[in-house]
């Protein structure tokens, strides 16, 4: 209106504004535009947590979208169309490439199949699309096919258009394109039934090839992650932290797991084998021989015994560096080496003085435990440069800094892969960053503390302390990551008795099914008490009567055992959590055999789904995160307008 007040960084913001939005009529037209889309449904959340490097379970899960394009197929056609049917259908949708390739071997594929499944296809992409705008379905298609398909899902079956869209059909029959658009539209469909991909943690480690889940990520529409331990210390490899990098060898070794680094990231461990070879010739390394985690292990086990030894030797070493500079961690009691007595073939922990099952450490000096010897450094030397070079790995590293962080707050829930450090009171416990704080305020400072050591310029005091800080949050006894007193790595290799290799959890476990806890966690983070706190991080034991639903119901615990290694104890696979416009509901997975058998068996995930909450009424963008944005958006635009209308700021034209 004439007369009303605008402040001179407001007129600079609504002239920025202007660019986009050149009239009073093109303002108008968006804000209309805006107030319809937060009319529209709310988009389907998917929760995933601790997918540990299992990549083949981990992209079936994301094909199949924890059973919900299956549930959208069984709606549309559970009378329709036999459970073979509608199995074949889900797998196509699945796997498009790999099963079209497999029907056609078979002898399935006709004109007339290609026909009715280009038709049942265009029917589940229609019931995925019906919450979006036409402007986020037409995004989620190909490029060089997202006009013939959007001809054909806007078809509404009336008889004057009838012969058009027939017309349509036997032309991309007739001109060989019924592959491409069987593919384009499991793609699309794929895209459609999840609107947003949360990640809470632990995409690496354990598994083969968790590069291609970082891929699969890269590639997603609409994703984040909350960091995990395991990821931080990729994270903190990738920051080129001497110490993250001897960790994440020694696990990928210990797992007999060398695909992601020499595969995945085209790292050579040859100095590492060349180390190993020259001082651990003669050791048996018993205790140093390779896990099986269900695949297939290096050719020569005792050689990978040698190579695990000479980098654990050097993550010892590095991490004693490390917590040398660092005394404000509390982790002195952690350097371990120079409490070993060679001649006595001892070691003290924790005040306890325990024999060693083995006195071997030829490249450690008495005199000085920590020092690396000169071919050590030449090793470490090189496998920086390995690291610092791999232009995948540092994408990957990119992708979680910007994509991730310690926590995420996301339409009432709070997100986090680990735990709120406390003390045994409950009290929040203080994290070792600038002000010893606490809580939210001290994990805030954490994330840009893990920030700064990937981030500033190398040879800086506060990149180097940033570094230190990664490997603090994936082994330190405070990180909201980690939730342990400490990583008992050395006295499992080196001590029989059990009682040196407890690692205590953090007092937040022993709080976790505590109703009033929960609540204060949400009111810490600034949430209200409807949301709920989703977690991962410790797996789920159902054999043994845990429930991933704690805390009265206000906090989800969706680390079920996706990695093979922990499915013994858990007696499943794996939970995600879907959070759809109507429900919130817990999904249990059983183990998934292969991709194999999933495209030649269409042997699909068995899950069950639990209800965690059924919704008052259906939520709308406007409930959202995304709606307060549109508001404040809608708050801009009425301004430009009356910015407009006032003459402070003139429309253009031309």
């Not at 209106?1 to 968006?30: C, D, H, N, W």
């Not at 461990?269 to 651990?280: E, G, I, K, M, N």
């Not at 010892?316 to 080496?337: I, T, V």
């Not at 450690?364 to 450094?377: C, F, I, K, N």
Request: glycine share 8%; hydrophobic share 40%.
């Amino acid at each position: 209106m004439v007369g009303e007040a605008f402040t001179p960084q407001e007129i600079r913001y609504l002239q920025l504004l202007r660019k986009q939005y050149r009239t009073i009529q093109e303002a108008s037209a968006e804000v209309a535009h805006l107030r319809a889309v937060l009319r529209l449904p709310k988009g389907t959340e998917h929760f995933l947590s601790d997918l540990h490097g299992e990549h083949a379970a981990f992209l079936h899960i994301l094909h199949n979208a924890s059973g919900v394009i299956k549930r959208k197929i069984n709606d549309l056609y559970a009378n329709l169309l036999s459970t073979h049917e509608r199995d074949m259908l889900s797998t196509l949708i699945y796997y498009p490439d790999e099963k079209l390739a497999l029907l056609k071997k078979q002898g399935v594929v006709t004109q007339e199949w290609y026909r009715l499944t280009i038709y049942r296809l265009l029917e589940v992409c229609r019931m995925c699309s019906v919450k979006y705008t036409r402007k986020r379905v037409r995004d989620a298609m190909p490029r060089e096919m997202g006009a013939l398909m959007e001809e054909l899902l806007l078809s509404d079956g009336t008889p004057d258009k009838e012969g058009y869209y027939r017309e349509v059909m036997q032309s991309i029959l007739e001109t060989g394109q019924s592959d491409a658009m069987i593919i384009a539209l499991s793609r699309v469909i794929q895209a459609l039934a999840i609107d947003r991909l949360h990640i809470i943690g632990d995409i690496f480690d354990r598994g083969p090839r968790a590069d291609l889940i970082m891929d699969a990520l890269l590639n997603y529409h609409q994703v984040d992650v909350q960091w995990g331990n395991h990821d931080i210390a990729w994270m903190g490899a990738a920051a080129l932290c001497e110490a993250c990098i001897a960790q994440v060898i020694v696990t990928s070794v210990k797992y007999g797991n060398l695909e992601t680094l020499e595969v995945g990231y085209g790292i050579s461990l040859r100095p590492l084998s060349t180390l190993a070879a020259a001082c651990y010739a003669d050791d048996p390394c018993e205790a140093f021989l390779p896990r099986d985690n269900g695949e297939a292990l290096h050719e020569d086990e005792m050689e990978l015994a040698r190579m695990h030894k000479a980098a654990a030797i050097l993550q010892f070493k590095l991490e004693g560096q490390l917590l040398a500079r660092h005394p404000e961690y509390g982790m002195e009691n952690r350097r371990l080496l120079h409490r070993i007595d060679f001649e006595k073939r001892t070691v003290e922990v924790d005040g306890t003085v325990y024999p060693l099952r083995s006195c071997r450490f030829p490249t450690v000096d008495p005199e000085d435990p920590y020092a690396l010897t000169p071919l050590e450094r030449d090793v470490m030397d090189r496998l920086t440069m390995e690291f610092a070079h791999s232009e995948k790995l540092q994408r990957h590293a990119q992708f979680l800094y910007s994509a991730g962080g310690m926590y995420l707050r996301c339409n009432g829930n709070l997100l986090y892969h680990g735990c709120i450090p406390m003390e045994e009171d409950g009290e929040f416990a203080p994290l070792p960053v600038p002000g010893a704080a606490c809580g939210r305020t001290g994990i805030d400072a954490a994330d840009r503390m893990a920030r700064q050591g990937y981030f500033l310029p190398l040879g800086q005091r506060e990149r180097r302390d940033g570094q230190d800080f990664l490997w603090y949050l994936g082994s330190g006894p405070n990180s909201p990551l980690f939730g342990k007193d400490k990583m008992a790595t050395f006295e499992r290799y080196f001590i029989a008795d059990r009682a040196a290799h407890t690692e205590n959890k953090n007092p937040y476990y022993e709080y976790q099914n505590d109703e009033a806890t929960a609540l204060r966690i949400l009111r810490e983070f600034g949430l209200n008490e409807t949301g709920f706190i989703i977690n991962g991080h410790v797996p789920v034991k159902l054999g043994q009567g845990e429930s991933p639903i704690k805390a009265g119901g206000r906090l989800l615990v969706i680390d079920g055992g996706l990695s093979r290694a922990y499915q013994p104890v858990t007696g499943i696979a794996g939970y995600t959590l879907i959070f759809t416009s109507h429900e919130l509901n817990l999904v249990a997975h059983q183990p998934f055999e292969s991709t194999a058998s999933a495209i030649s068996a269409e042997q699909d995930i068995h899950s069950v789904q639990s209800l965690v909450k059924q919704m008052p009424r259906r939520l709308l963008i406007a409930d959202t995160d995304e709606g307060d944005a549109l508001r404040d958006r809608i708050d801009d635009l009425m301004r430009l307008i009356s910015a407009y209308r006032s003459g402070v700021i003139k429309e253009a034209r031309g």
